[in-house]
């Protein structure tokens, strides 16, 4: 009896922390092509904005002034705070006074640079709307009816710039 005590209450703490740390995400759109493909489930582990680094792939609230869809957005990171402003790279930060990113904001940037929103239009994306970094892909869900629970389909806008975009339904925790 205590030992199937123990074995739940194990299983029910590995259960939460998998719950409080990672999210599964569905990639909807062209933005991150040819690193990630429309349809692509990728395990998401949270964390906290001064963790992020240059090269990673992250998932965050769309807070891109005009674009009220999607609510989350996948990019991936060219510049974190300390970092040089990358002028050359980003038209949108070209006349920008910072000499480095400031606190609380990244530079980010889609693969597929013909089919993304990112900082080349919108210049910086607040840090505090991360939601995790990307960690692997994982087998493609058949349908919306198969995937997993933490993952809800959502379509790309069919006019203008298609940014590629995930829904999941559990909030961030806040650190």
């Excluded at 123990?6 to 759109?29: D, E, N, P, Q």
């Excluded at 991936?76 to 904001?105: F, H, M, Q, T, Y």
Aim: charged fraction near 20%; glycine fraction near 6%.
């Amino acid at each position: 009896m205590i030992i199937a005590v123990a074995g739940f209450i194990a299983i029910s703490f590995a259960v939460w922390w998998l719950h409080k740390h990672l999210v599964i995400v569905t990639v909807c759109g062209t933005s991150m092509f040819p690193t990630y493909r429309d349809g692509d489930r990728l395990l998401v582990r949270r964390i906290s904005p001064g963790r992020v680094r240059r090269g990673h792939v992250v998932v965050l609230a769309n807070d891109m002034i005009g674009v009220a869809q999607p609510p989350y957005v996948i990019k991936r990171v060219l510049a974190v705070p300390g970092d040089p402003v990358p002028k050359a790279a980003i038209p949108s930060l070209r006349s920008a006074r910072d000499v480095v990113v400031p606190e609380g904001r990244l530079v980010l940037v889609g693969d597929n640079r013909a089919h993304s929103r990112d900082s080349r239009q919108s210049g910086y994306f607040a840090s505090e709307s991360l939601l995790g970094v990307a960690v692997t892909r994982l087998p493609h869900a058949t349908s919306a009816e198969n995937a997993p629970p933490a993952v809800r389909m959502v379509e790309t806008p069919k006019a203008g710039m298609q940014p590629v975009h995930l829904v999941e339904r559990y909030p961030r925790p806040r650190s």
